[in-house]
């Protein structure tokens, strides 16, 4: 046994490099800035958000009073914390079907030039900022729309979800999902295509030769590889629509209390766009900070959203292996 | 060092073995299992094999061999449809199984591909299933319902002569097999569905010798039962394992073509064309 013989510095052979040594300092810097810019918005908004707290107390959270003029005024944002999160499951309920759809037709089943021009297509709505979206949403989008929504009343009206009492369908909660998840679409179809492309093709040629249809194929090899990744890329078009502001402000009629899921009713909620609908009019120092409180829950929920995913994401791999 | 050369020299002794075992002058009887008839393919404009004519008998193993690029893996995958879902692929010709045309009008392409199997160059099984789930994944796949799962669990894994290594982690994920392990799972996974024919695309080529000689010797047993299609690039393979050998060659820029086909006792010990001799000489290619 030769356990006398003593370990080797191996560390040298890391320094070795001078080019490599700039270089890895170069990446490691970057990577913090990250965490530095992450750290900072905390930290910016956390120091916003206590005075707000000390002085609302919780029913900041819970309360749906939106009262500038009272003495003392009052604010409470649980309808608009609610209403983010409604707005994103319509969208997600809506996007992600269509963005899969999309996705497999292009990776399996369009002629490759097609296939191509969709990419591109794609990539390029991606590109497409969200005012322009909002601004097309309410000339071209939402006329119509009003009349899907009312034929949806109309036939699936006795379902509590698709009620509509008022007659008036502007400003819906769905409206707005619609449009997050039309933004949301080219994020989800990009990634998932991309996944979908790196299916081990030894493992195609495995389902097809043991005779399987095009759909088992994709239920029972392409998309259980391409899990983690779809997710995420799921994840990335929810973080999209979760924080979403100037596309929702043109088709959403933002109402304090909460719209729990009449998703047809008009009037809903949303942070993102209570923010940049009441900046403009703020009045006083505190009531910036109002906002800045509001911002910093959003903030909170998004992380939290991210965290959950990637808990997903890494339960359903420890499953597999 | 000494461990070495034992163990190659008992791979030797184990191959010498095979060799007695393997009657290669066995004589073309009993029916023709698959028939090629004035078999052309194409990829796109690209013409890649020309009127290839070749009868596959029952219960036996054919050797396909020649040089990168002839057409061998093309011409394999013609015989159960799998050359079809590669886009522009084109296909002139009849290819007979069982005495029907597969390409017929009215054949389910997943029924050929059901009662023809293949097993790929690199070994493919499935990775998030288990050993046991991979075996059953043809039955799954094609909608086929059998209930006695365990029996062809067994049965199959023992055809591929895999059995008593695994039977106990029947449950475990098929990635921690070792790649001779893997490809003789997915020999299993073939003969689950219950195929007439199975064919090989070059199925030793990844492995190390001493897989290679197990997957020869279950594609010896195997031959007993279904007809084996083999494409290979080692001569010592072809003769070891084939009762048939067909030679394909291309020239270059041209279509590829059989040069010669025959008992393979005859192509290596007596070939009639000087490229066929050459060729199995290790002259070229």
């Known amino acids: 046994m030769a356990t006398d013989t003593p370990l080797r510095d191996l560390s040298g052979g890391k320094r070795a490099h001078r080019g490599d040594r700039v270089f890895n300092r170069t990446i490691t810097g970057a990577a913090f800035t990250s965490l530095v810019v992450l750290a900072g918005i905390t930290i910016f908004l956390g120091a916003q958000t206590i005075p707000v707290l000390q002085d609302q107390g919780l029913s900041f959270l819970t309360t749906t009073v939106w009262d500038t003029t009272g003495v003392p005024p009052e604010y409470g944002i649980a309808g ?44 390029l709505m991606a590109a497409i900022p969200s005012v322009i979206i909002g601004l097309w949403a309410f000339y071209v989008l939402v006329p119509p729309a009003e009349e899907w929504q009312q034929l949806l009343n109309q036939y699936l009206g006795w379902i509590p979800l698709f009620a509509n009492d008022s007659g008036n369908f502007s400003g819906t909660p769905f409206m707005a999902g619609l449009v997050l998840a039309i933004m949301m679409i080219p994020i989800v179809t990009s990634i998932t295509a991309e996944v979908l492309k790196r299916t081990p093709p030894e493992l195609i040629n495995a389902a097809e030769s043991l005779g399987c249809s095009m759909w088992t194929m994709l239920r029972y090899v392409a998309l259980p590889f391409g899990r983690g990744g779809i997710v995420g890329g799921i994840m990335l078009g929810l973080g999209r629509a979760l924080g979403e502001t100037i596309a929702v402000f043109f088709v959403l009629k933002i109402v304090f209390d909460i719209n729990f899921f009449n998703i047809l009713e008009s009037g809903g909620g949303s942070v993102a766009t209570l923010i940049v609908s009441k900046f403009g009019e703020t009045n006083g120092e505190f009531e910036v900070q109002v906002l800045l409180a509001a911002g910093f829950f959003l903030f909170l929920g998004t992380l939290l959203v991210n965290a959950l995913a990637n808990l997903i994401v890494r339960r359903t791999e420890r499953l597999r292996s | 060092m000494d461990s070495v050369k034992t163990a190659t020299q008992e791979m030797m002794n184990n191959m010498s073995e095979l060799e007695v075992e393997v009657d290669k002058s066995k004589a073309p009887v009993g029916t023709t299992e698959m028939e090629a008839k004035n078999v052309s393919v194409w990829f796109g404009k690209r013409k890649v094999l020309e009127d290839v ?22 011409f394999i995958r013609t015989l159960n449809r799998l050359h079809e879902l590669i886009p522009g692929a084109a296909l002139a010709g009849e290819v007979l199984y069982e005495g029907s045309d597969i390409y017929a009008q009215n054949v389910d392409p997943v029924h050929i591909r059901l009662s023809i199997g293949m097993v790929f160059q690199k070994p493919n099984p499935f990775p998030s299933m288990t050993i046991r789930g991979n075996v059953l994944s043809g039955l799954k796949l094609s909608g086929m319902k059998r209930s006695d799962h365990d029996d062809i669990v067994e049965q199959t894994l023992t055809s591929a002569g895999l059995w008593k290594e695994v039977k106990d982690r029947l449950n475990a994920h098929a990635g921690d097999l070792s790649g001779g392990q893997q490809q003789r799972l997915v020999i299993a996974r073939a003969l689950a569905v219950n195929p007439h024919v199975l064919l090989m695309d070059e199925p030793c ?10 997957i020869e010797e279950t594609i010896r047993q195997l031959s007993k039962e279904i007809t084996i299609i083999i494409v290979t690039h080692n001569m010592q393979q072809a003769v070891r394992v084939s009762d048939y050998t067909a030679f394909f060659l291309a020239e270059e820029n041209k279509p590829g073509y059989v040069v010669e086909q025959g008992a393979t006792t005859e192509i290596f010990g007596n070939p009639q064309d000087q490229r066929t001799l050459d060729y199995v000489n290790g002259r070229f290619g």
């Open chain 2, 205 to 214: 080529s990844a492995l190390d010798p001493a897989s290679t000689l197990k």
């Open chain 1, 80 to 123: 608009m914390l609610y209403g983010s999160l409604l707005l994103a499951v319509i969208a997600l309920v809506i996007a992600v079907p269509v963005s899969l759809f999309l996705a497999v037709f292009m990776v399996f089943l369009a002629p490759a030039k097609l296939s191509k021009i969709l990419t591109n297509l794609i990539d």
């Open chain 2, 53 to 74: 004519n070749m009868a596959f008998p029952k219960n036996s193993v054919t050797a396909l061999i020649g040089p990168s690029g002839c057409g061998k893996s093309t």
